[in-house]
């Protein structure tokens, strides 16, 4: 069975036109996480989401097709697979376009909407590392990021990690869950392959970090905060990134070696979190591997 065989075999002829379709409603409650995580899968939409989980072989369950699309976008996704050796998505269906556009996220709407499962092998719920943990990444490159709440601003954070190669992002398990649509559709696809780690107890991990010899910074607007650009970094320094509108906890401050916080102007209070992000990360790995 060559390429385009084996991505159309499990295509439905059918168009369904029904909200009350089965299939069709599973879809649509993947916009709540607590039946992502019950099912352990995710929803995303678009074109170049499409592809980018194709290259990066994700376990696709679905791919549902626009009708008045679904020949074009069928014909890339074929391609796609065939260039890549991938199997494709269990099943491919293709909904009529009324019924499309009541239940994508998109406001303008591309024509694909597909399901995955969780990335499980990069996306790991971990309570707390050990000291060994730690020294086994003693190459990495690696941020921590503390309650960003925005869906949106945590896929930002993850593209701009992936581009300016961050090895590893490790997350409090109060951020955004980062299966969110919202999330997935800002990382560009970047959620895919970059490696994250979500944990209860940051301050914990900081002083595991630090216990390897690693230096910690937060960013905080404190009074003995370090300018941005002011310091040497060294290859293995770690910045954490605070809450859109509270920053970092006391407790997690506490347990960084310093502060660290970026020049501005007195013209806002503050930089978007995603923004700020950017900046740190740019300072902190982007110079020495981009």
């Keep these: 069975m060559d390429g385009k065989e084996a991505v159309f075999v499990n295509w439905s002829q059918e168009v369904i036109c029904s909200r009350q379709n089965r299939t069709v409603v599973e879809l649509c409650k993947l916009s709540d996480r607590k039946a992502r995580e019950a099912h352990c899968s995710f929803r995303f939409d678009g074109i170049k989401l499409l592809e980018e989980a194709v290259r990066n072989r994700l376990a696709l369950e679905l791919v549902a097709l626009r009708e008045s699309s679904a020949e074009r976008i069928g014909r890339a996704y074929s391609e796609w697979c065939e260039s890549t050796n991938f199997e494709g998505a269990k099943r491919i269906l293709v909904l009529s376009d009324e019924l499309f556009d009541k239940i994508s ?168 979190a995603a923004v700020a992000a950017s900046l740190l990360m740019w300072e902190f790995v982007g110079k020495t591997t981009v």
């Design 105 to 272: 996220e998109e406001k303008s709407p591309e024509g694909v909407i597909c399901v995955a499962k969780y990335i499980d092998k990069f996306q790991k719920n971990i309570t707390i590392y050990n000291s060994a943990d730690f020294l086994k990444l003693k190459n990495e490159r690696i941020v921590l990021v503390e309650s960003v709440r925005d869906p949106s601003n945590i896929g930002a954070i993850i593209r701009s990690a992936a581009a300016l190669g961050v090895d590893r992002l490790i997350m409090s398990s109060d951020c955004a869950d980062i299966y969110h649509p919202r999330a997935v559709r800002a990382s560009m696809g970047t959620l895919f392959n970059q490696p994250i780690d979500r944990v209860d107890d940051l301050a914990q991990v900081i002083a595991q970090l630090r216990g390897t010899g690693r230096r910690v910074y937060a960013a905080a607007l404190d009074p003995s905060a370090k300018r941005l650009g002011s310091f040497a970094i060294s290859e293995h320094d770690t910045v954490v990134i605070g809450n859109e509108g509270h920053g970092l906890t006391d407790e997690t401050i506490a347990a960084c070696d310093a502060c660290v916080m970026i020049p501005m102007s007195d013209r806002a209070e503050s930089f978007n």
